[in-house]
């Protein structure tokens, strides 16, 4: 056959012409079996990537033919990608490829994207094209991050409604696997190559890393403390120190974020694990002629605060085995100590309401009257603020004076470091409080009503403690109930 026509026949043409009515890949040999006779009739050329991603009137043949491409090895069929959809399926080392994803390439190529998408909308064909990227969510879900990505900003880039529309919502399904894969603590869905894939995402779009941090935060506000909070960690851990510009993602996220309450809640988890000054941060963002911009921030702070100063507990110590508070109270006294510093040209300012990034003013509702209602709540949810003084207390760094919320949260802190360490006896514990409880005296009624407060704000917690802490945790809680150390009210909403 190759020596009749070998050297005449146009083998572009002849690849065109597989989309007949009766052309139908059947298996992964079939296709190598397809590859290897045009390669050999064609003197070793590969069958042209155009003529199987291009309009095809038998669309069923069509997807037959992308379906066993994608699921054989690269040695069999090699992709012609671009240096940007190279540098897609490099994420994935060529000793990386899965049984699920044996040719990454193949996912990297926009053209094989693009035209999956368009099939996705057909009807007869869209559970097919949905098993082909269920295979690759399970086995390649690096490669799909990037290169999806990377399509979706080059049709939107050029305005190519058709390309735009094309599988919207197989789209809008397939990032909201994604994202919660690389971006929120995800054991269900191990990623081999994470840190690839995030670093090539930052070359891609830094601002789609900034919004897929945000999603993963957004997504989190059904869920408990403990999943929020791990959910800030893993984006610190996982996402913003895998990157070679670990600060200007840290700074995008802290100061260039339109979701306020998740750049302060960003900013508290690392206050809290010494990664950034909490005071300094809040001034910075706040300067008195930011306009709205300041006006909105501080408006998310101020909410965020709302909904969860509550449940504040004291930052934990080594070895302490408690789930961390995603509000502290040493975050939460710096902030209401920032809050009453306010300039009063801040103050004066009516609330805004967010509007396409600008303010509008809320009549009636002034930023001073919304900072003093919350400093009042958290006031007399936490006495042990009450001791730092009308000021609530010094500012970052100052000295630590006896009585204040800061000594009284570090001596309830050593109390219970003592009682799991074993260094200090329960019975003398209990001893302790029923003594600090009837006393006269405002810092050991202070550090009493501390201890009482931070061990029944654990209790969802104590699920994921250890057996020794466990044991001690419940042999505590039954001699605080023996001694009639918590009222019937306080059992009640525990």
Request: glycine share 8%.
């Amino acid at each position: 056959f190759r020596d009749d026509y070998g050297s005449s026949r146009d083998w572009g043409l002849v690849a065109q012409k597989l989309d007949f009515e009766d052309f139908h890949i059947r298996t992964a040999d079939h296709l190598r079996a397809l590859l290897k006779l045009y390669q050999e009739a064609s003197n070793g050329k590969a069958l042209p990537l155009a003529s199987f991603v291009g309009e095809w009137q038998n669309q069923t043949g069509q997807l037959s033919i992308l379906e066993f491409l994608l699921t054989i090895e690269s040695k069999h069929y090699t992709f012609p990608l671009t240096n940007e959809e190279a540098a897609d399926a490099g994420v994935i080392p060529p000793t990386g490829a899965t049984v699920s994803c044996p040719n990454p390439g193949g996912w990297a190529c926009s053209a094989v994207l693009q035209r999956l998408l368009f099939l996705s909308d057909q009807p007869s064909l869209n559970k097919r094209v949905r098993d082909l990227f269920v295979r690759v969510l399970l086995g390649g879900p690096e490669v799909l991050l990037c290169s999806l990505v990377r399509l979706q900003l080059t049709v939107s880039k050029e305005g190519n409604t058709a390309k735009i529309t094309a599988g919207k919502q197989l789209k809008g399904e397939l990032m909201r696997e994604l994202i919660p894969t690389f971006f929120k603590p995800n054991p269900k869905v191990p990623v081999k190559y994470g840190s690839a894939a995030i670093n090539r995402l930052w070359v891609i779009s830094p601002t789609t890393v900034n919004a897929a941090c945000t999603e993963a935060w957004r997504s989190t506000s059904s869920e408990g403390e403990a999943a929020r909070y791990a959910t800030i960690v893993h984006i610190i851990q996982n996402v913003v120190k895998q990157l070679p510009s670990a600060d200007e993602a840290s700074a995008m996220i802290l100061n260039g974020n339109k979701d306020h309450e998740f750049s302060v809640a960003f900013a508290f988890i690392m206050a809290d694990n010494n990664l950034l000054q909490l005071q300094k941060y809040l001034k910075d963002r706040s300067p008195a002629n930011g306009g709205a911009a300041t006006a909105l921030f501080l408006v998310g702070l101020i909410a965020y605060l709302g909904k969860g100063y509550q449940a504040a507990r004291p930052r934990l110590r080594a070895g302490q085995p408690m789930q961390p508070p995603l509000i502290s109270l040493e975050n939460l006294s710096e902030s209401l100590q920032f809050l009453k510093a306010l300039d009063d040209t801040i103050l004066k300012q009516d609330i805004p309401v967010p509007s396409g990034g600008d303010g509008t003013a809320a009549v009636g509702i002034k930023i001073g009257d919304s900072s003093k209602a919350l400093i009042d709540a958290c006031l007399n949810a936490h006495p042990s603020l009450k001791s730092s003084s009308p000021s609530l207390g010094p500012a970052s760094g100052g000295p630590v004076i006896k009585g204040s919320a800061e000594d009284i949260e570090e001596m309830a802190n050593k109390y219970f470091q003592k009682i799991y360490t074993s260094e200090q006896g329960l019975n003398e514990v209990v001893e302790m409080l029923k003594k600090f409880k009837a006393s006269g005296n405002t810092r050991e009624n202070d550090i009493f009503a501390c201890m009482i407060h931070n061990l029944f704000d654990e209790y969802r917690f104590f699920p994921k403690y250890p057996e020794k802490e466990l044991r001690i945790t419940g042999i505590l809680f039954g001699k605080l109930i023996q001694e009639q150390l918590v009222s019937s009210i306080t059992l009640g909403i525990a």
